[in-house]
């Protein structure tokens, strides 16, 4: 049976978008361009999510390039995310003042 975090990890390195977009608007998948990004995702969501409860998922909090769009997890703060979850992106650092 897939866990949780199983479902997490296949929803974001399946999702594709094949619509029209305006010009000059253009949709950033981190999921898809950074390796690094879907190996923090990964562990992240096998470390938080490897279980079968019952849950609710909110996507898109901070989805900007320097939020969830960066570190590909909804966790805005990559130094937070580094030394509370012990995970990190290379290349990535970014600071949230509300973090702390």
């Known amino acids: 049976m897939k866990t949780f975090a199983d479902k997490i990890i296949a929803f974001y390195t399946e999702i594709n978008f094949s619509g029209t977009l305006p010009a000059g608007i253009s949709i950033m998948n981190p999921f898809k361009n950074n390796p690094d990004v879907i190996n923090t995702v990964t562990l992240f969501y096998r470390k938080y999510y490897s279980d079968n409860n ?8 901070n989805p900007g390039r320097l939020g969830a769009g960066a570190t590909g997890v909804p966790f805005t703060d990559t130094i937070r995310l580094e030394q509370i979850c012990g995970l990190s992106v290379p290349g990535i650092k ?6 702390v």
């Open 54 to 61: 019952k849950r609710h998922m909110i996507i898109g909090i």
């Open 94 to 99: 970014t600071y949230e003042t509300s973090s």
